[in-house]
């Protein structure tokens, strides 16, 4: 997921290729997450990505998905629930 570090090898680009060779769905979980080197954009410019998690956290990421369409992107838009999240974090989980 971090294209500037050196244990990152295979490169994800590699791994969505093999993936997608084995007839695999290819894919990025956090849309909108805290990956300042991610190789996402560089995923999608290569057409490696069939879907993005773009509902996380409670949280549909509308402003990034939408200005990912607009520049031509098609991947689908996924929802994940990460559970059991701790989400006590946010607020106490019922």
Sequence with gaps: ????????????????????????????AHLHGSMTHSTLLMDLALNNL?????????????????????AGFLPTGIAGSDFPVPLSRFSPWP
């Design 1 to 28: 997921m971090y294209a500037n570090e050196p244990a990152a090898g295979p490169w994800p680009a590699e791994i969505f290729k093999r993936g997608k060779a084995a007839g695999a769905l290819t894919g990025f």
């Design 50 to 70: 069939d879907l993005l998690e773009v509902f996380q956290f409670s949280k549909l990421w509308t402003a990034e998905w939408y200005e990912l369409l607009n």
